[in-house]
Antibody, heavy 122, light 108 residues
Framework: EVQLLESGGGLVQPGGSLRLSCAVSGFTLSTSAMSWVRQTPGKGLEWVSVTMGGGGSTYYADSVEGRFTISRDNSQNMVYLQMTSLRAEDTAIYYC???????????????WGQGTRVTVSS | EVVLTQSPATLSLSPGESATLSCRASQTVANYLAWYQQKPGQAPRLLIYDASTRATGIPARFSGSGSGTDFTLTISSLEPEDFAVYYCQESSYWPRITFGPGTKVDSK
């Protein structure tokens, strides 16, 4: 059974940092693309970042480029999101999700964690 | 960047009725369109991908259609557990995946 479990959310001041973790099980992380997706009442669902399987590339939304860093530890079955220079607009529920592939194309996310809430406020 | 527009914003229906939800893309996304269901306090649940393929375990009352810029999610006969928010999502410009703003299906 595929399981994703996020942790690390909380309250942080503007300009601060936070590291989110996602523990995965039930599949081979090393060959899987993994994403972070966030959700706010105002902006809805927003893709944040993806780390490719096989030691491949990472990509970021323009809104977090240069401030957030996605990484993984395949040996520990963990995916991380290091967030720095946090802003009020980063306040959201952050979900870890496994990219679903049809053929050779990513088509969406069949597996999601339960989410971890990040609040950026003074 | 592809912008997805969903209509209507809210759909008020009774159990047993059919629901038709629309998603329009600002530019063509071929058939790289997915639909999700989300209930309060839960993560989104993938229903449909490739515009018309049901995800694992999704009941046959959910169906998707369309290509290019116009897509439809149909729920043939609403069950009580189907009242939720539905989002479309495109992946044609992966990794920059975008989501629509959602349609809320609530009970009349």
């Amino acid at each position: 059974e595929v399981q994703l479990l996020e942790s690390g959310g909380g309250l942080v001041q503007p300009g601060g940092s936070l590291r989110l973790s996602c523990a995965v099980s039930g599949f081979t992380l090393s060959t899987s693309a993994m994403s972070w997706v966030r959700q706010t009442p105002g902006k809805g669902l927003e893709w944040v970042s993806v780390t490719m399987g096989g030691g491949g590339s990472t990509y970021y939304a323009d809104s977090v480029e240069g401030r957030f860093t996605i990484s993984r530890d395949n040996s520990q079955n963990m995916v991380y999101l290091q967030m720095t220079s946090l802003r009020a607009e980063d306040t959201a529920i952050y979900y870890c999700a496994k990219d679903t592939i049809s053929g050779v194309v990513v088509v969406g996310y069949e597996y999601w964690g339960q989410g971890t809430r990040v609040t950026v406020s003074s | 960047e592809v912008v997805l527009t969903q209509s209507p914003a809210t759909l008020s229906l009774s159990p047993g009725e059919s629901a038709t939800l629309s998603c329009r893309a600002s530019q063509t996304v071929a058939n790289y369109l997915a639909w999700y269901q989300q209930k309060p306090g839960q993560a989104p649940r993938l229903l449909i991908y490739d515009a018309s393929t049901r995800a694992t375990g999704i009941p046959a009352r959910f169906s998707g259609s369309g290509s290019g810029t116009d897509f439809t999610l149909t729920i043939s006969s609403l069950e009580p557990e189907d009242f939720a928010v539905y989002y479309c999502q495109e992946s044609s410009y992966w990794p920059r995946i975008t989501f629509g703003p959602g349609t809320k299906v609530d009970s009349k």
